[in-house]
Structure formats: structure tokens, C-alpha cells
């Protein structure tokens, strides 16, 4: 029975992935089609022979780590040395196509105007529209959605709109744009109309003809050829002028050259650099050194209510980061928070900017992820303590040390010789720790002089969503990836480290 | 001599009570903060620490209640569906939590019981990618789901289905658990089984899951836990109001006026906090064993 289930379900899931790659392949999308093909032969494989058997409980699980882990990782890595980015954001191919469809208006000459004015109306009994342009000529007509050529004739007196029908609002026409300028209205000079605005037609000329044998466009207007140019993303005439939309190219290491040189990028990058080490290393630091501490006070057989401490000193780290951030952004506020209205009841009336001033916005960030993260600690240390067996102790006992030589000789070491890997853990999880800064200053104050929306308790990698995400000084897609390829190393590096130092490798070679 | 050293005891242990309580008065101060504030009927950001008398009106608001205005005596109803970003963020973190689960127990299955090539590359893989969040493929996510939602819209970017799937990107840690799990049930069980004409897949979902049930319990509600309190994926990838997560909606909820909406932002975390705060309260001792994998979030 359930057998039944689950094959039926794979096999509808099977088909719609083939309809689905064949939609790719239509699409013109090369890549991702053969992509979604390889993962149809490679399921098809998986599930008919029985050879692969152990391979129909790994695929699933696999699969989704492949498409949303590793594709989007080496996609990141892409599209760090492109300069997809706001005014960039197109291929080649689709700004071919929006400049060569882009149509103007020729001046109007004695015995042609430029533009017609019109009304439309709707014969809602045969679903067909009617047309006159101004006043002189009218035809009646159906929206197929494709092009067509329709043949106006001189209007017949009461005849098209006239006859009790009300016009279209503009706004109405506006929604029939797409099907309307597909049509070319043929006058019955000869003169062809096409759709211009809610209110006009025109004889519409397309502005840039393709060049023959080349990738090359004229501008019919001003006779100037724009070539695309492959290293600035831009249509681009001899004398540098450039046509917009811009589309995205790869720009090589450009992005990290820039971050490294350009004036306005480099100082902000290296500032936020150093500040994410720093905050990650002093965040493990403060949080261990306290939970450490926690534990050890906890941690005695002989105080009442241990496990009731326990809870209640891991209630800050139970509840979600996002709740207490926010929390703590209103506690923290200048002019109405409670913390400077409690200062100011203890005598300390010069009211601290917590959140907007460089050093003490750093100083917050810090004091509100100790009181997230010491209990992550308290619970490691505590585990560890747990650990040792009694008879260590007795044993030390015996031999008469004291109560401070055994602590010195034997916790401590205990606990240094443990909790390495969870320093190390720690520290790569704070520095990607998103919410402990934007939430709290939103990386703010800004860094003066910046070119990007750089700020003094920016992490890199609330510095990426700021250059990808908020759309204030542009979306730089580009360089945001470039970041995050460099964090992915910095990771990479730290984690193979811990991997060796705590024999992971070896364990699983065993 | 004897009743001395019995006096120093319990004086070092009355010290660590006292140090305990006053460090958890600091410690907890928030909290109790927040709830006195849901509290307040004025509930501006600077009201007083108790307040002078209680009402619920933060409360009606957050939960759709019309309620009266204690000041202006106008009848107040919210625009913002609080309630459903609630619902929100439960169903998405409900469903990715039970697909990483299906999608990561027969993936630790095969990689703990059967050999093939490839196992040891596998694993050593995955070890290493678990340490990656997810996060530094923001850019990559948004444009893939913006490109898959021009082909079938409900996966696309505004929509939960998509986000879920981003999310099933995230199953290499639990992978890692569960297997761990399964390595200390003894084969012999299944084998047996099998022998008596129970197929493979039979013997591991009548025999191998029902054994390890807290395993599973335990990685479920973590990847609940972590979706629910997740705040990036779905910042950048939700964009109507109906459609937020209680972590992006309650953060442009206040961020738009942070003095007004103390009162009910208070209460909204409340409502927020207390069903995950319970579910972690109640599995942390399985957490402290569970951490010595690896990191989980801190």
C-alpha cells in the first residue's frame, strides 16, 4: 500500500520534471535545461535498476542538497565576477531585444502629422472593438492577440462609435496595450498606425536596425552605431556614449580589485573586515568566559534548585534571536528606552546614543549577543562537566589536593581540552550572525565617506544583504557575491582547521 | 573544629545562590520587561517598569480583537494580521521540518547501512557543507526562485512553497544526526527481519524508525525551531504583507514606529516567544548530547 503511494508519487513528480525541462529547453535556457535533464536520466536510473538500490534512499535527500546548496554556491561564485547589478540586470540577448523594439515617433511633416488621436469602444454583444481616429476614419475589430493588419475606411456618419457606444477609458485602454500594439492600423492613405499612447496612434519606426553581419545598432535618428561592448555591459558608440539598459558581463576580478582600491569602497571594506573578526572573536570570547563561569557555579552537587538555575539561565538562548534583537533595539533606544531612563535614575542623565554612536552601537551589539550566547556556552560547559567521572575527583582527593589545585589541574584542563570545537563553531556561526547586527543597528551608524551603504557595526555578511538587498543606492549583485565567496573561504579555512585539530578525518577513514 | 568547617559550606553555597539570583534578575530583566509592558495600557516605549493598572488591549489588538481606546475611546481594530503571520511562519517551518526529516532519515539510512562507492566521498562532503549557512547564497536563491517562478509560479519568489524549498537545502547537519543515531541500532534486528520476508524498505520504516523515534523527535522540532526563528531567507524572498513570517512582519511591524506599537509589539512577542521557547526548554537536555556533532546555533 504504501509502496503504491510512493511510486505513484514519484512517477507524477517524474513526468512533470520532463514536461518542466522540455519548458526549459523552449525557453531557450541551454544550461538549466540540460541540468534538469541530467537529474531525469540520473532519477530514471536511480529507481528502475536494481543494481542502485542503496542510491533510492540517498537520491532524495541528495538531490535537494545538490539543487539548493551546491547549485546555488557555485551560482554565488558566478555571479561574483559579473556586474549583474542595477541598470545591469539583463542578458545581452534581451537587451538586443528591447533596443531593437524600441520605436519613435518621425517629426511631422504638411501633409503627414505625427499622431492621431483616437477613441475606442467595446461592442460587448459580438466581444469586437470599435475604432475611430479623428473622427475621419473608423474600423471595427477583434483582439486575437496576435499581429494583424487592419484596413480603416472613411467613417460613415453614425456609424462606429456613435451608435450609443461609450469610449474606453484610458485607463481601460492602458490594459489592452500589449494586444493593441500588435496590431499595425493601415489608413486608407496607404499609412500605417500602430499603438503610441492611451490616446494617440502614430506611424511608429523602430529607432535601432540591427547592422548587417554584425552584433552591431544604428540609431536611426542620429545615424550613430552602438556596439556592445563586453567589458563595460553597455551598448557603446564610437565617441562613449551608451545606450541604456546596460546588461550583466563577466567582469573578471574586477569586483574584488575594486574593493581593494577604489576610494570610496576600500576604506568601509577594510573597516568591516577587521570589525567581523573582531566581533566574532570577542563575542566566543565574552560568551564563553561567562557561561564557563555559570556552569562552574551551577555545577556543585550540593546547591538546592540546580535544575531550576539550568532553565532559567537558558531561557535567553530558547527564545527566537529575531524576538529579543527587536527587544532590545526598543530597550536600547536613546530618547525613550529603558535603559537610558534607568541610567538617568541612577544619576546618569547624559543620555548614551547606544545605537547610533560608532563605538557604543559596537559596545550593544556585543552586550546583547552575550546575553543570546552565554547560554549556548553554560550548556556545553555544563555537558563537559557532567563528563568527568567522580572518581577523578576522589582520586585527587586522596592524594590530598585541594579543592583549588584540583580545580586548576583538572576542571580546567577538562574544559580547555573540550571545548574546542565549539569555540570554533561559535565562532563561525557569529561571523555569518546576520540577526545580532542588522536587527539590533541594521549595521548602522553609517561609515562617513562611503560610497555603498556601509555601516560601523556592519559584519560582511550584513554588508552583502545590504549591497544586494536594499535598494537605496542600488542593487550590486556582483559585488554582494564577490563578498560572499570571500566568507566562504574564510569558513572553509576555519572549519578544515577544527576538522584536523579534532580528528574528524580520521575518525571517518577508520 | 568539625562545625567550621560545616559553617564555611554553607556560606559558599548561600554565595552562589546570591550571585545566581542576582545575575538572573539582569539576566532575565527583558523578559519580565516585555511582559509587564504587554501589559500596560499605555504601553509606550517609556512607560514605567510597573505599570499602574493592567489591561489587555495590547493583547485584543495582536489578536484581531476589537477593543476600545482607553484614551480616546474610539474602537480600534489592527491592520495588521499578526495572527497570520503567526500562522505563517508555523505552517512553513511545519512542512520544512517534516520534509528534512523524510528527506534526511533514508539518506542517513543508506549512508549507515549499506556500502556503495561513493559513501565515504558522500559523507565527508556533507560534513563539510554543514557548515555553511545557507545565507551567503542569498543573491543565488533570490535569482534562482525568480527564474523558477517564471515556469511554476507557486515555487517561485512571494510565495511559502518556494521558500520551503530553499529550505530543503539545509539537510546535510541532520543527516549527519540521524546517521549517527542509526549506527548504534544493531543491524541484527533488520537482518533478522529481513530474513522472515520483510523487504529493505519494509525493515527500515517498521523497524529502524519506530527505534528511533527520539532522534527523529529531536531533529524535527530543531529544524521547526530553526525555520520558525529564521529571519534572512524570508526577508528577502516574501514580499506581500499577507504572506510575511511572524520574524519579517513583527520587524516592519515596529521598525515603522517603534514608539506607538511598544505596547502591542510586546505582546506579538510574547505570542511569538513562548511556543518555541517551550519546545527548545524541553528537548535541551537532548541538545547538550546532540552538540557534541556540532554546532547548532550558537
Redesign the interface.
Given at each position: 500500500m504504501?509502496?503504491a503511494i510512493l511510486w505513484s508519487i514519484l512517477s507524477i513528480l517524474y513526468f512533470a520534471g520532463i514536461y518542466?525541462c522540455t519548458?526549459?529547453f523552449n525557453?531557450g535556457h541551454l544550461l538549466?535545461g540540460v541540468i534538469s535533464l541530467v537529474v531525469i536520466v540520473l532519477t530514471g536510473i536511480i529507481f528502475i535498476n536494481p543494481k542502485a538500490?542503496?542510491?533510492r534512499?540517498?537520491y532524495?535527500?541528495?538531490l535537494?542538497?545538490s539543487?539548493?546548496?551546491?547549485?546555488?554556491?557555485i551560482?554565488?561564485v558566478y555571479?561574483g565576477f559579473t556586474n549583474l547589478s542595477t541598470g545591469h540586470f539583463l542578458s545581452q540577448k534581451q537587451v538586443y531585444e528591447i533596443l531593437t523594439n524600441e520605436v519613435y515617433v518621425p517629426p511631422s511633416s504638411e501633409n503627414t502629422p505625427s499622431t492621431f488621436q483616437y477613441t475606442l469602444a467595446k461592442d460587448s454583444s459580438t466581444e469586437s472593438y470599435l475604432l475611430e481616429i479623428e473622427g475621419k476614419w473608423s474600423t471595427a475589430f477583434v483582439l486575437t492577440g496576435k499581429a494583424q493588419n487592419i484596413n480603416l475606411a472613411e467613417t460613415v456618419a453614425n456609424q462606429a462609435i456613435a451608435a450609443n457606444k461609450t469610449p474606453l477609458s484610458r485607463g481601460d485602454i492602458y490594459n489592452l496595450r500589449n494586444e493593441l500594439a500588435l496590431i499595425d492600423f493601415i489608413l486608407p492613405s496607404g499609412s500605417i498606425v500602430k499603438y503610441f499612447r492611451t490616446n494617440l496612434l502614430a506611424p511608429l519606426i523602430y529607432r535601432y536596425a540591427p547592422m548587417e553581419n554584425s552584433e552591431a545598432l544604428k540609431d536611426l535618428i542620429t545615424n550613430k552605431v552602438y556596439t556592445p561592448n563586453y567589458q563595460t555591459g553597455f551598448y557603446t558608440s564610437d565617441n562613449k556614449e551608451h545606450l541604456v539598459p546596460g546588461f550583466y558581463v563577466s567582469v573578471g576580478i574586477s569586483n574584488f580589485k575594486n574593493l581593494l582600491n577604489d576610494q570610496g569602497l576600500r576604506g568601509p571594506f577594510i573597516q568591516i573586515f577587521i570589525w567581523t573578526f573582531l566581533w566574532a572573536l570577542l563575542s566566543v570570547f565574552t560568551?564563553f568566559c561567562l557561561g564557563m563561569l555559570?556552569a562552574l557555579?551551577?555545577n556543585?552537587k550540593?546547591?538546592?534548585l540546580r535544575a531550576v538555575?539550568r532553565?532559567?539561565?537558558?531561557?535567553?538562548?530558547?527564545?527566537?534571536?529575531?524576538?529579543?534583537m527587536?527587544?532590545?533595539?526598543?530597550?536600547l533606544?536613546k530618547d525613550?528606552?529603558?535603559i537610558n531612563?534607568m541610567l538617568a535614575f541612577a544619576g546618569i542623565t547624559d543620555k548614551i546614543n547606544w545605537l547610533g554612536d560608532p563605538l557604543w552601537a559596537k559596545v550593544s551589539c556585543l552586550m546583547v549577543n552575550l546575553?543570546?550566547?552565554f547560554?549556548?556556552?553554560f550548556?556545553?560547559t555544563?555537558?563537559i562537566l557532567q563528563s568527568v567521572p567522580e572518581s577523578v575527583y576522589e582520586a585527587a582527593k586522596m592524594d590530598g589536593a585541594g579543592r583549588f589545585a584540583t580545580f586548576k589541574s583538572i576542571t580546567l584542563p577538562m574544559i580547555f581540552s573540550a571545548i574546542a570545537?565549539?569555540l570554533v563553531?561559535?565562532f563561525?556561526?557569529n561571523f555569518?550572525n546576520?540577526?545580532g547586527i542588522?536587527?539590533l543597528t541594521g549595521g548602522g551608524p553609517p561609515i562617513a565617506g562611503a560610497t555603498t551603504a556601509a555601516g560601523e557595526t556592519d559584519i560582511l555578511?550584513s554588508y552583502?544583504?545590504k549591497l544586494?538587498?536594499e535598494g537605496g543606492m542600488g542593487q550590486h549583485?556582483g559585488m554582494?557575491?564577490s563578498i560572499?565567496i570571500m566568507?566562504?573561504f574564510i569558513?572553509?579555512a576555519v572549519?578544515?582547521a577544527n576538522?584536523k585539530a579534532s580528528g574528524?578525518?580520521k575518525e571517518?577513514?577508520r | 573544629m568539625e562545625k567550621k568547617v560545616f559553617d564555611k559550606k554553607q556560606i559558599e553555597i548561600l554565595a552562589r545562590h546570591l550571585f545566581l539570583i542576582a545575575l538572573l534578575l539582569i539576566i532575565l530583566f527583558p523578559v519580565l520587561y516585555i511582559i509587564s509592558i504587554s501589559l500596560n495600557p499605555t504601553g509606550g516605549i517609556g512607560s514605567p517598569l510597573i505599570p499602574s493598572h493592567f489591561s489587555l488591549d495590547h493583547w485584543k489588538y495582536i489578536l484581531g480583537i476589537p477593543y476600545k481606546d482607553s484614551s480616546t475611546g474610539e474602537i480600534i481594530v489592527s491592520s495588521f494580521p499578526i495572527m497570520r503571520w503567526l500562522f505563517n511562519s508555523i505552517k512553513v517551518s511545519l512542512i520544512t521540518a517534516f520534509l528534512i526529516l523524510l528527506l534526511s532519515t533514508t539518506s542517513a539510512y543508506a549512508l549507515s547501512r549499506f556500502s556503495f562507492q561513493g559513501r565515504k566521498t558522500s559523507l565527508l562532503v556533507l560534513m563539510v557543507t554543514q557548515m555553511f549557512p545557507s545565507i551567503m547564497g542569498m543573491v543565488a536563491f533570490y535569482l534562482m526562485l525568480n527564474f523558477i517562478g517564471d515556469y511554476l509560479p507557486f515555487l517561485g519568489t512571494d510565495t511559502h512553497w518556494g521558500l520551503i524549498l530553499v529550505y530543503l537545502g539545509g539537510t546535510p547537519f541532520n543527516i549527519w544526526l540521524i546517521k549517527g543515531y542509526f549506527d548504534t541500532i544493531p543491524k541484527s534486528i533488520e537482518e533478522s527481519a529481513i530474513m522472515d520476508g520483510c523487504s529493505r524498505f519494509q525493515a527500515f520504516y517498521r523497524i529502524v524508525l519506530p527505534l528511533s523515534a527520539p532522534i527523529l523527535a529531536v531533529v524535527g522540532l530543531l529544524a521547526f525551531i530553526g525555520t520558525f526563528s529564521d529571519f534572512i531567507l524570508p526577508s528577502i524572498l516574501l514580499k506581500s504583507q499577507d504572506k510575511f513570517t511572524l520574524a519579517v512582519g513583527i520587524q516592519i511591524f515596529i521598525s515603522e514606529a517603534f514608539s506607538s506599537r511598544w505596547g502591542q509589539f510586546a505582546a506579538a512577542c510574547i505570542v511569538g516567544a513562548i511556543p518555541i521557547s517551550a519546545l527548545f526548554l524541553s528537548i535541551h537536555k537532548y541538545i547538550i548530547s546532540g552538540l557534541t556533532s556540532g554546532g547548532i546555533k550558537g
Amino acid at each position: 500500500m504504501v509502496k503504491a503511494i510512493l511510486w505513484s508519487i514519484l512517477s507524477i513528480l517524474y513526468f512533470a520534471g520532463i514536461y518542466l525541462c522540455t519548458m526549459f529547453f523552449n525557453g531557450g535556457h541551454l544550461l538549466i535545461g540540460v541540468i534538469s535533464l541530467v537529474v531525469i536520466v540520473l532519477t530514471g536510473i536511480i529507481f528502475i535498476n536494481p543494481k542502485a538500490y542503496p542510491f533510492r534512499f540517498m537520491y532524495p535527500g541528495l538531490l535537494t542538497f545538490s539543487l539548493f546548496m551546491v547549485i546555488p554556491i557555485i551560482f554565488t561564485v558566478y555571479i561574483g565576477f559579473t556586474n549583474l547589478s542595477t541598470g545591469h540586470f539583463l542578458s545581452q540577448k534581451q537587451v538586443y531585444e528591447i533596443l531593437t523594439n524600441e520605436v519613435y515617433v518621425p517629426p511631422s511633416s504638411e501633409n503627414t502629422p505625427s499622431t492621431f488621436q483616437y477613441t475606442l469602444a467595446k461592442d460587448s454583444s459580438t466581444e469586437s472593438y470599435l475604432l475611430e481616429i479623428e473622427g475621419k476614419w473608423s474600423t471595427a475589430f477583434v483582439l486575437t492577440g496576435k499581429a494583424q493588419n487592419i484596413n480603416l475606411a472613411e467613417t460613415v456618419a453614425n456609424q462606429a462609435i456613435a451608435a450609443n457606444k461609450t469610449p474606453l477609458s484610458r485607463g481601460d485602454i492602458y490594459n489592452l496595450r500589449n494586444e493593441l500594439a500588435l496590431i499595425d492600423f493601415i489608413l486608407p492613405s496607404g499609412s500605417i498606425v500602430k499603438y503610441f499612447r492611451t490616446n494617440l496612434l502614430a506611424p511608429l519606426i523602430y529607432r535601432y536596425a540591427p547592422m548587417e553581419n554584425s552584433e552591431a545598432l544604428k540609431d536611426l535618428i542620429t545615424n550613430k552605431v552602438y556596439t556592445p561592448n563586453y567589458q563595460t555591459g553597455f551598448y557603446t558608440s564610437d565617441n562613449k556614449e551608451h545606450l541604456v539598459p546596460g546588461f550583466y558581463v563577466s567582469v573578471g576580478i574586477s569586483n574584488f580589485k575594486n574593493l581593494l582600491n577604489d576610494q570610496g569602497l576600500r576604506g568601509p571594506f577594510i573597516q568591516i573586515f577587521i570589525w567581523t573578526f573582531l566581533w566574532a572573536l570577542l563575542s566566543v570570547f565574552t560568551s564563553f568566559c561567562l557561561g564557563m563561569l555559570l556552569a562552574l557555579v551551577v555545577n556543585s552537587k550540593k546547591l538546592a534548585l540546580r535544575a531550576v538555575y539550568r532553565v532559567l539561565l537558558i531561557i535567553p538562548y530558547s527564545i527566537p534571536f529575531f524576538i529579543s534583537m527587536l527587544v532590545f533595539k526598543g530597550m536600547l533606544n536613546k530618547d525613550f528606552g529603558i535603559i537610558n531612563e534607568m541610567l538617568a535614575f541612577a544619576g546618569i542623565t547624559d543620555k548614551i546614543n547606544w545605537l547610533g554612536d560608532p563605538l557604543w552601537a559596537k559596545v550593544s551589539c556585543l552586550m546583547v549577543n552575550l546575553w543570546l550566547g552565554f547560554p549556548y556556552m553554560f550548556l556545553v560547559t555544563t555537558g563537559i562537566l557532567q563528563s568527568v567521572p567522580e572518581s577523578v575527583y576522589e582520586a585527587a582527593k586522596m592524594d590530598g589536593a585541594g579543592r583549588f589545585a584540583t580545580f586548576k589541574s583538572i576542571t580546567l584542563p577538562m574544559i580547555f581540552s573540550a571545548i574546542a570545537p565549539f569555540l570554533v563553531g561559535s565562532f563561525a556561526f557569529n561571523f555569518n550572525n546576520f540577526v545580532g547586527i542588522y536587527l539590533l543597528t541594521g549595521g548602522g551608524p553609517p561609515i562617513a565617506g562611503a560610497t555603498t551603504a556601509a555601516g560601523e557595526t556592519d559584519i560582511l555578511i550584513s554588508y552583502t544583504y545590504k549591497l544586494a538587498f536594499e535598494g537605496g543606492m542600488g542593487q550590486h549583485f556582483g559585488m554582494a557575491s564577490s563578498i560572499a565567496i570571500m566568507i566562504f573561504f574564510i569558513i572553509t579555512a576555519v572549519t578544515l582547521a577544527n576538522f584536523k585539530a579534532s580528528g574528524i578525518f580520521k575518525e571517518e577513514r577508520r | 573544629m568539625e562545625k567550621k568547617v560545616f559553617d564555611k559550606k554553607q556560606i559558599e553555597i548561600l554565595a552562589r545562590h546570591l550571585f545566581l539570583i542576582a545575575l538572573l534578575l539582569i539576566i532575565l530583566f527583558p523578559v519580565l520587561y516585555i511582559i509587564s509592558i504587554s501589559l500596560n495600557p499605555t504601553g509606550g516605549i517609556g512607560s514605567p517598569l510597573i505599570p499602574s493598572h493592567f489591561s489587555l488591549d495590547h493583547w485584543k489588538y495582536i489578536l484581531g480583537i476589537p477593543y476600545k481606546d482607553s484614551s480616546t475611546g474610539e474602537i480600534i481594530v489592527s491592520s495588521f494580521p499578526i495572527m497570520r503571520w503567526l500562522f505563517n511562519s508555523i505552517k512553513v517551518s511545519l512542512i520544512t521540518a517534516f520534509l528534512i526529516l523524510l528527506l534526511s532519515t533514508t539518506s542517513a539510512y543508506a549512508l549507515s547501512r549499506f556500502s556503495f562507492q561513493g559513501r565515504k566521498t558522500s559523507l565527508l562532503v556533507l560534513m563539510v557543507t554543514q557548515m555553511f549557512p545557507s545565507i551567503m547564497g542569498m543573491v543565488a536563491f533570490y535569482l534562482m526562485l525568480n527564474f523558477i517562478g517564471d515556469y511554476l509560479p507557486f515555487l517561485g519568489t512571494d510565495t511559502h512553497w518556494g521558500l520551503i524549498l530553499v529550505y530543503l537545502g539545509g539537510t546535510p547537519f541532520n543527516i549527519w544526526l540521524i546517521k549517527g543515531y542509526f549506527d548504534t541500532i544493531p543491524k541484527s534486528i533488520e537482518e533478522s527481519a529481513i530474513m522472515d520476508g520483510c523487504s529493505r524498505f519494509q525493515a527500515f520504516y517498521r523497524i529502524v524508525l519506530p527505534l528511533s523515534a527520539p532522534i527523529l523527535a529531536v531533529v524535527g522540532l530543531l529544524a521547526f525551531i530553526g525555520t520558525f526563528s529564521d529571519f534572512i531567507l524570508p526577508s528577502i524572498l516574501l514580499k506581500s504583507q499577507d504572506k510575511f513570517t511572524l520574524a519579517v512582519g513583527i520587524q516592519i511591524f515596529i521598525s515603522e514606529a517603534f514608539s506607538s506599537r511598544w505596547g502591542q509589539f510586546a505582546a506579538a512577542c510574547i505570542v511569538g516567544a513562548i511556543p518555541i521557547s517551550a519546545l527548545f526548554l524541553s528537548i535541551h537536555k537532548y541538545i547538550i548530547s546532540g552538540l557534541t556533532s556540532g554546532g547548532i546555533k550558537g
